[in-house]
């Protein structure tokens, strides 16, 4: 099992790194090359720049049972698709039931904003969409390796 981290502008890549790391999980960053970044603990892969550039190069490397850490939904149905557990950065999990519903909203909020409609932006990230997502993947990675929740051994 790896954990791959889609790192263009993820707020918790170094809470990804210190869970992944009590269960002995390896990370890979991926990310372009206008969004380079280096974390102790984690294997960076660049790609170059370029319209889903870094989706098709998490997919590409992907198994069936890694983990993935994405905000976006396109990228989280592919993940799916080739049998890997995926994380948003606020602690839900993808799945299989919701995924569809979320692609559905995604394109709803496209059209809106093609024919000139504004949507109001995301919230500013808070301490406890840190604490839920933090906990979400302790969770996930104990049920996928086995071990006890925050269990290093």
Known sequence: MRLYID??????VGLTLMTAARYRVPVTLLCDTSHQMERPGAQTV????????????????LSAGDVVVTQDYGLAAMCLAK???VLRQDGLEYTA???DALLSAR???QKIRRAGGRLKGPAKR???EDR???QALDLLLARLTGKEKGDPK
């Open 107 to 109: 394109a709803a909020a």
């Open 83 to 85: 049998g890997a557990a």
């Open 7 to 12: 790192a263009d502008g993820c707020p918790v």
């Open 97 to 99: 039931e919701n995924i």
């Open 46 to 61: 660049v790609v170059s720049r370029g319209k889903d550039s870094v989706d098709f190069a998490l997919v590409n490397r």
């Open 126 to 128: 808070t301490r406890e």
């Open 132 to 134: 839920a997502f933090e």
